[in-house]
């Protein structure tokens, strides 16, 4: 009769192991699943604006998570478009991307920087939206892009442009 008991703590030890992930954390707490739209708010803030055609410009992007625990884990994707062409945004050369886990409320941000292009110039991208991407989702969401166009990089590999890493936002 003792073999039922031992059977079912042995099977009740089993669930519970195969609940953790390696870390001995519970699998799905949604502190390691990516942030996504819906869950963060997202703003793009005062913008150091490039006022004329080869000034340098710089655009910060805050999130604030408002849903349950979430990870940011590599850089943010983002897309120039305008006059019917795309343009990926590189990384910042040198930039190092950090895993960072935000608890509903805490903050993100990360930078954009872009050259100024000439209205009309070949190699000058008039963007109209920029569109962002979290890392770890395939969700993009397009905002207004109200900077004036974006200079080209010289070798034609698209624009003059770079996107910082997140930085955690306060405490």
Same mark, same amino acid.
């Given at each position: ?53 080869? =000034? #340098? !410009? ?5 999130? #604030? ?13 983002? &897309?120039?478009?305008? !006059?019917?062409? =795309?343009?990926?945004?590189? #990384? ?46 395939? #969700? ?9 166009? &974006?200079? !080209?990089?010289? =070798?034609?590999?698209?624009? =003059?442009?770079? &996107?910082?890493?997140?930085?955690? &936002?306060?405490?």
């Amino acid at each position: 009769m003792r073999a039922i008991p031992l059977t079912v703590t042995a099977l009740a030890a089993a669930l519970l192991l195969t609940a953790c992930d390696d870390g001995g954390g519970k699998k799905g707490n949604g502190a390691d699943s990516a942030c996504e739209f819906g869950g963060v708010s997202v703003q793009i803030g005062s913008a150091s604006v490039a006022p004329a055609a080869g =000034d #340098t !410009g710089e655009i910060p992007v805050s999130l #604030t998570n408002q849903s349950a625990p979430c990870t940011l884990d590599h850089f943010p994707g983002v &897309v120039l478009s305008g !006059g019917g062409s =795309d343009a990926t945004v590189p #990384t910042l050369e040198g930039a190092k991307a950090q895993k960072l886990k935000l608890a509903k409320g805490d903050s993100a941000s990360f930078s954009l920087t872009y050259v100024r292009g000439k209205d009309g110039a070949e190699n000058t991208l008039a963007a109209k939206t920029v569109k962002i991407t979290l890392p770890g989702t395939d #969700t993009a969401r397009s905002f207004p892009w109200k900077y004036g166009p &974006v200079a !080209g990089k010289a =070798d034609g590999s698209g624009p =003059d442009a770079s &996107v910082s890493a997140f930085q955690q &936002v306060g405490d």
